[in-house]
């Protein structure tokens, strides 16, 4: 095999130059979510199969799929690179990025992560370095580390080149995870003028509308760009669910449910776990609203019972362990918790957190759909300052603090409902069920003017 450069001065072991164009091509699909995607990657690894970057490329993409038949693929793909690394004429960025794949094979993410971020300091314009980290970061919970991986690198790109505004819709996201609303939505309007159809973008200020509690704006800013972020794969049903949450605080349930039935579970037998985060925790939301949901639990249990065994991402496991104990499938839900306190023994990255806060939340979650309010706010409220850590966004963890908040008011512990309500209003001011909750609890202290004056901001925040 001989060496290529490709359009990004990256220098790539191949048989041929098309091939190293071919990867640029394929990470500039992948960091726009373009549904040819995979066959792009197909393609390449078909015309060029002891490819290094195309067997990393290929390893990673089945990581994150987040569930671990998935992952068992990814060791294979891993282990297959290694024994082939010794006879190919490797680069060292590409040995390193080998190496990161072998340690996420591992469970060691944070190693994969630190060796991503070191690849893009000598080697700033590899993209997918840049986007693996990026949603490792993510996986983490580390808002700022996500940031700060985009403020090194986004001034060694050139503002010309055609892959730039998803750097700044990348940086715009971890500005508005660090709470840096106004910069992020400064970026993430500007990577969408320049593209819009970044999914990624569209999405980063779709995050700041929410925490900003400005609903209307959100809906038409989601709304008003479908026709171009729909073409992207199933990432799109992401931008539903953020539809769904301006439309849920203001009242209009029936066009949630519409939402939820159309678009975001129109694809959940491809057994992509976003699908199943959105929908899952939607269904609750839903619920703690006081909306009746129907049968809706049942398909996503379904799915569920398939990932049992998981032990990919704890975030993930807890969004199927949601549909199993809502479902009311106990056994299941038993078996899916014996399974997390097992993870939370093996010492790798997710393991460690389920020991921290995975194996609380999952006993919380089944405490509260089982009626023992009191264990599940007890188990929940344990680990809420550390809940950044299972990943995911500040807009997807705040299901869980909701769960707190339903659970402890339930538990009929009005003195502690009040206090969490209230102090959720410091920083959701605009959402109708916070304030909803802090009237009712100030209804049962005896508070008959506060409870009145809570329940008019409720009423006035939404539509119906």
């Not at 940031?147 to 892959?163: G, I, K, V, Y």
Request: aromatic share 10%; charged share 25%; net charge negative.
């Amino acid at each position: 095999m001989k060496r290529f450069e490709d359009p990004n001065g990256l220098i790539f072991t191949a048989t041929n130059a098309e091939s190293a164009s071919g990867f640029a091509e394929l990470t500039s699909a992948y960091m726009g979510f373009q549904r040819n995607t995979g066959k792009l990657l197909g393609a390449l690894r078909d015309a060029d199969p002891d490819m290094p970057m195309a067997l990393c490329a290929q390893g990673s993409f089945a990581k994150l799929m987040g569930s671990s038949n998935h992952s068992a693929r990814a060791v294979t793909l891993s282990d297959a690179l290694q024994t082939r690394l010794s006879s190919l004429n490797a680069t060292d960025r590409e040995r390193q990025h080998a190496a990161a794949l072998s340690a996420w094979t591992k469970g060691d993410m944070n190693r994969a992560t630190d060796i991503w971020e070191a690849i893009l300091l000598d080697h700033p314009q590899d993209g997918l370095a840049l986007r693996l980290a990026h949603f490792t970061h993510f996986y983490s919970g580390d808002g700022r580390r996500i940031r700060d991986s985009l403020a090194r690198t986004l001034p060694r790109w050139s503002e010309d080149h055609p892959d730039y505004g998803f750097l700044l819709g990348m940086y715009a996201f971890g500005l508005e995870e660090s709470g840096e609303y106004e910069e992020a939505e400064k970026y993430g309007r500007r990577a969408v003028d320049m593209n819009p159809a970044d999914a990624w973008s569209v999405h980063s200020v779709a995050h700041v509308l929410e925490m900003t509690g400005r609903h209307a704006d959100g809906i038409a800013w989601v709304a008003g760009l479908e026709d171009d972020w729909s073409t992207v794969n199933n990432f799109r049903y992401h931008l539903h669910w953020h539809r769904s949450l301006y439309h849920l605080e203001r009242g209009e349930f029936d066009v949630v449910l519409d939402l939820y039935d159309r678009q975001i579970v129109s694809d959940i037998t491809s057994d992509f776990y976003l699908d199943i985060c959105n929908a899952s925790s939607l269904l609750w939301r839903l619920e703690m609203f006081g909306v009746d949901v129907g049968d809706r639990w049942r398909a996503l249990a379904d799915v569920a019972r398939t990932h049992i065994d998981d032990a990919d991402l704890i975030f993930v496991s807890l969004h199927y362990l949601m549909a199993l104990v809502s479902a009311g499938d106990a056994e299941a839900a038993d078996e899916m918790i014996e399974n997390i306190r097992k993870w939370s023994t093996l010492g790798d990255t997710q393991a460690v957190i389920c020991a921290n806060v995975g194996v609380a939340l999952a006993e919380g979650l089944r405490a509260a759909r089982s009626g023992d309010f009191a264990t599940a706010a007890s188990k929940i409220g344990a680990v809420r300052y550390q809940m950044d850590a299972i990943g995911g966004s500040a807009a997807q963890r705040d299901v869980f603090h909701m769960i707190l908040l339903d659970a402890t008011a339930a538990s009929q512990n009005a003195l502690q409902a009040r206090a969490l309500f209230r102090e959720r209003l410091g920083y959701k001011v605009h959402s109708s069920w916070t304030w909803h909750g802090y009237s009712n609890a100030l209804a049962t202290l005896g508070d008959d003017n506060g409870a009145e004056t809570a329940r008019d901001r409720a009423a006035a925040l939404q539509i119906h």
